[in-house]
């Protein structure tokens, strides 16, 4: 199976600060890379597909970048509702895997 | 609106057997790959299995091969998962998932579009 690791796994920011999390995955899967949004008890949210895709609705302060092994979800401006736990996600073979999460906290 | 939601989930004894269900609105189910994604406790999350098209194609992940099975109805836009010989590492939220994705000459891409809102499936005597 291939695996994603990400980093850090946890990130501690303000509103307005610009962060990047990584995900490396242990064999090149081209561009076939997802990025999920998740907040507590509540089911992910898919912001972004095909490494840089935006999803319809997703504001534009989040986008991605990579392709191969290293990847990158980037938010432009922290804004309180952006204080959650991501996971990036490859479905190029199976079993589909995700990264363990990152959780960014105030 | 595209629409899953799942039932089924509870608290049951290790060995013992339970059936989730997922029921879909706004689209049907015949024309997509249909998934069971879970996240145990404070963890991450974890692929089970997927269907397409009503049971013509499945896939399991490795430790639920042989004990669980999904099946579907397009005629209800449904979709199950028949869990048996639970074990307490299968305590988890289960999640119902549609994915969306493509083949091309550089490989295939997929990705969970739209996702319920869980159920809870606590093995434990």
């Known amino acids: 199976a291939i695996q994603l690791t990400q980093s850090p796994s946890s990130l501690s920011a303000s509103v307005g600060d610009r962060v990047t999390i990584t995900c490396r995955a242990s064999?090149?899967?081209?561009?076939?890379l997802a990025w999920y949004q998740q907040k507590p008890g509540i089911a992910p949210k898919l912001l972004i597909h095909?490494?840089?895709t935006l999803e319809s609705g997703v504001p534009s302060r989040f986008s991605g970048s990579g392709s191969g092994t290293d990847f990158t979800l980037t938010i432009s401006s922290l804004q309180p509702e952006d204080f959650s736990t991501y996971y990036c996600?490859?479905?190029?073979?199976?079993?589909?895997?995700f990264g363990q999460g990152t959780k960014l906290e105030i | 609106e595209v629409k899953v939601v799942e039932s089924g989930g509870g608290l049951v004894q290790p060995g013992g057997s339970l059936r989730l269900s997922c029921a879909a609105s706004?689209?049907?189910?015949?024309?997509?790959?249909m998934n069971w994604v879970r996240q145990a406790p404070e963890k991450g999350l974890e692929w089970v299995a997927n269907?397409?098209?009503?049971?013509?194609?499945?896939n399991y992940v490795d430790f639920v091969k042989g004990r669980f099975t999904i099946s579907g109805d397009n005629a209800k836009d449904s979709l199950y998962l028949e869990m048996n010989s639970l074990r307490a590492e299968d305590t988890a939220v289960y999640y119902c998932?549609?994915?969306?994705?493509?083949?091309?000459?550089?490989?295939?891409?997929?990705?969970?579009?739209?996702w319920g809102q869980g159920t809870l499936v606590t093995v434990s005597s």
């Open positions: 706004g689209f049907t189910i015949s024309g997509y790959w």
């Open positions: 996600q490859q479905f190029t073979t199976y079993p589909p895997t």
């Open positions: 064999q090149g899967i081209s561009s076939a």
């Open positions: 998932a549609r994915s969306l994705g493509y083949c091309s000459g550089g490989g295939c891409s997929n990705w969970f579009d739209s």
């Open positions: 269907i397409y098209s009503g049971g013509s194609q499945k």
């Open positions: 095909d490494a840089s």
